[in-house]
């Protein structure tokens, strides 16, 4: 009797008419880690790079901003509004004028590129820069306000995000 050799199942398949087995290979990149990674800034933004880098881009409202670009120039707005509203004061005495004319000067020249380095600072964190808008909701506004204050003591995402690439905190001076 002529017996057959045997018959690895396993490789041409359990059953008659089976399809062929497809091989499957791993991913060239994990889809989980799949984001540039650039680390944070080493050295933080000075004062005056700071207030240079916002004033020139007072209506950039896409990129990203770091900490300390925010927060110097949030100590620049402070001091610039308690400077001229000192000037208004010392102005009451020379002129009789009711209202704050430096101090409104000020904060209108001031309050575009307030807002433009904030949602960069919203935008490095990861999140979109309409969520300052929920400041205006009547009784909550101030909590969010609060909350979006916490947030802007946090570190910056380090990979790059919709947003743009992370800020470097060095200026391009041309």
């Known amino acids: 009797m002529n017996e057959d050799p045997p018959v690895e199942w396993w490789k041409q398949g359990a059953v008659e008419g ?7 290979s ?12 650039a ?3 080493e050295h933080p933004m000075s004062f005056t790079d700071s207030i240079e ?21 949030q100590l620049f707005f402070l001091v610039a509004l308690a400077i001229a ?10 002129t009789p004028l009711s209202y704050s004319l430096f101090g409104t000067i000020a904060f209108l020249g001031l309050i575009i590129p307030n807002l433009a380095v904030t949602v960069r600072r919203l935008h490095d964190l990861g999140y979109s820069g309409w969520f300052i808008l ?5 009784c909550l506004g101030s909590i969010i306000g ?29």
Not at 85 to 94: A, G, L, Q, R
């Open 53 to 73: 880098n916002v004033i020139r881009n007072f209506v950039n409202f896409s990129d990203r901003a770091s900490r300390s670009e925010y927060w110097w120039f």
């Open 39 to 41: 680390p944070r800034p």
């Open 18 to 24: 089976a399809p062929e087995p497809v091989v499957i």
């Open 85 to 94: 509203d000192f000037i208004d004061v010392m102005m009451v005495d020379i």
């Open 146 to 174: 609060l909350v979006i204050l916490v947030f802007m003591m946090v570190e910056g995402q380090s990979q790059t995000n919709d947003y743009g690439t992370v800020p470097t905190n060095t200026i391009v001076r041309e």
């Open 26 to 37: 791993h991913p060239k990149t994990n889809p989980f880690h799949d984001f540039e990674f």
């Open 134 to 138: 929920l400041v205006f909701i009547p």
